[in-house]
């Protein structure tokens, strides 16, 4: 008994002088970190608790932040990464359609129209993973860290939009260079508005309809102001977190080690939580298919897509959106640009760029 008592006893000795030093080797720090909306699940379910709860936690409070979403510091999504190369932020989450506008090759990971089921969207992410390093270590100086999705888009509208064709003419806000592309190439007009302007755009006409996700639109409460909800798949709002390569470099390798860690289980729960509250954001959005579980739901109009409607937003991406973003693509980086795209995204959506 003893015996035993001792065996184990030694054995919890063992572990403890294991991890101790583990959690010694970290490097003591405490990051300025700047997230998304907060008033979005991102912020909410996602980055906030990482950084303010789980990493702390988890390096025994070796590792801190001071982190804040963008919406409490007055900075808008194309400044994120500009702030980040120039050492404002340590660490930085962003959405890759605000800085599309510079850098197409970025942008390849969420072209309009193109991915259209969760298995594509997240075997492209995994896919075009190196091309995304690549570019963010020598366009940003930044260290990427994880890549995850928001809710899907798709259109929200105060008008009567039962089809594509329905679009011919209307004015709808976008807040990417391809989603202004795809509106284009269905017949519509692409405004660009700041996401916190959209709700009394939308009251005011000044746009008919509006891009953005599924929990998005009614966490911003567009279901007040918006009727008729057209779920055609625009994209997935991809969003990044990339840490200023100046403060990766000053990391230890134990350290720099159990970040990309803690970052790779931070990218598996912001999958599962952005995948779950899609459904949910349909639900609450119209009050049909089951039970709103944030709030009291909305009545919009859930218009079914047709055939039609699919193989004009085929037509828009195959005529407009692809060729449109390979020109950027081969004016910003080469040739090489669209090789790697149809290598990745391409040959998983089963969609092929064509060369300027």
């Given at each position: 008994?003893?015996?035993?008592?001792?065996?184990?006893g030694?054995?919890?000795?063992?572990?403890?002088?294991?991890?101790g030093?583990?959690a010694?080797e970290?490097?003591?720090?405490n990051?300025?970190v700047v997230?998304?909306?907060?008033?979005?699940?991102n912020?909410?379910?996602?980055?906030?608790?990482?950084?303010?709860?789980t990493?702390?936690?988890?390096?025994?409070?070796?590792?801190?932040?001071d982190?804040?979403?963008?919406?409490?510091?007055?900075?808008?999504?194309?400044?994120?990464m500009?702030?980040?190369?120039?050492?404002?932020?340590?660490?930085?989450h962003g959405v890759?359609?605000?800085?599309?506008?510079?850098?197409?090759?970025?942008?390849?990971i969420?072209?309009?129209?193109?991915?259209?089921?969760?298995?594509?969207?997240?075997?492209?992410?995994?896919?075009?993973?190196?091309?995304m390093?690549?570019?963010f270590?020598?366009?940003?100086?930044?260290?990427?860290?994880?890549?995850?999705p928001?809710p899907?888009?798709?259109?929200?509208?105060n008008?009567?939009?039962n089809?594509?064709?329905?679009?011919?003419g209307?004015?709808?806000?976008?807040?990417?260079?391809?989603?202004?592309?795809?509106?284009?190439?269905?017949?519509?007009?692409?405004?660009?508005?700041?996401?916190?302007e959209?709700?009394?755009a939308?009251?005011?006409?000044?746009?008919?309809?509006g891009?953005?996700?599924?929990?998005?639109?009614?966490?911003a409460?567009w279901?007040q102001?918006a009727?008729?909800a057209?779920p055609?798949?625009v994209?997935y709002?991809?969003?990044?977190?990339a840490?200023?390569?100046?403060t990766w470099?000053?990391?230890?390798?134990?350290?720099?080690a159990?970040?990309?860690?803690?970052?790779?289980?931070?990218?598996?729960?912001?999958?599962?939580?952005?995948i779950?509250?899609?459904?949910?954001?349909?639900?609450?959005?119209t009050g049909?298919?089951g039970?709103?579980t944030?709030g009291?739901?909305?009545?919009m109009?859930?218009?079914?897509?047709?055939?039609?409607?699919?193989?004009?937003?085929?037509?828009a991406?195959?005529?407009v959106v692809?060729?449109r973003w390979?020109e950027?693509?081969?004016e910003?980086?080469?040739?090489?640009c669209?090789?790697?795209?149809?290598?990745t995204?391409?040959?998983?959506t089963?969609?092929?760029?064509?060369k300027?």
């Amino acid at each position: 008994m003893g015996k035993t008592l001792s065996v184990f006893g030694a054995a919890l000795l063992s572990v403890g002088l294991m991890a101790g030093p583990a959690a010694a080797e970290l490097d003591t720090l405490n990051l300025k970190v700047v997230g998304t909306w907060g008033n979005l699940s991102n912020w909410k379910v996602n980055e906030g608790p990482f950084w303010n709860e789980t990493m702390p936690e988890k390096s025994g409070g070796k590792i801190t932040a001071d982190a804040v979403p963008q919406t409490d510091v007055g900075i808008k999504g194309f400044e994120v990464m500009r702030m980040l190369k120039i050492g404002v932020f340590d660490v930085a989450h962003g959405v890759v359609g605000y800085i599309a506008g510079e850098d197409p090759v970025v942008e390849g990971i969420d072209i309009a129209g193109v991915a259209q089921s969760w298995e594509d969207v997240r075997g492209s992410a995994e896919a075009y993973w190196p091309i995304m390093e690549k570019q963010f270590e020598e366009t940003y100086g930044a260290k990427l860290l994880a890549v995850y999705p928001f809710p899907s888009q798709m259109l929200w509208c105060n008008a009567e939009v039962n089809s594509v064709e329905d679009l011919t003419g209307k004015k709808v806000r976008v807040y990417t260079t391809s989603m202004g592309d795809l509106v284009e190439g269905l017949g519509g007009t692409s405004v660009t508005i700041a996401f916190a302007e959209v709700v009394p755009a939308l009251e005011k006409k000044v746009v008919d309809c509006g891009i953005t996700g599924t929990m998005p639109a009614y966490q911003a409460k567009w279901y007040q102001v918006a009727t008729h909800a057209f779920p055609l798949r625009v994209g997935y709002s991809m969003s990044f977190a990339a840490m200023n390569l100046g403060t990766w470099n000053r990391m230890s390798d134990e350290t720099k080690a159990f970040v990309e860690k803690m970052m790779e289980e931070y990218n598996e729960s912001a999958w599962k939580n952005m995948i779950a509250e899609d459904e949910m954001g349909i639900i609450c959005n119209t009050g049909q298919g089951g039970t709103c579980t944030v709030g009291e739901p909305g009545n919009m109009k859930l218009v079914e897509l047709s055939d039609a409607d699919t193989a004009a937003r085929k037509k828009a991406l195959e005529e407009v959106v692809l060729k449109r973003w390979a020109e950027r693509c081969v004016e910003k980086a080469g040739e090489s640009c669209i090789d790697d795209w149809n290598a990745t995204v391409g040959k998983i959506t089963g969609v092929t760029a064509p060369k300027p």
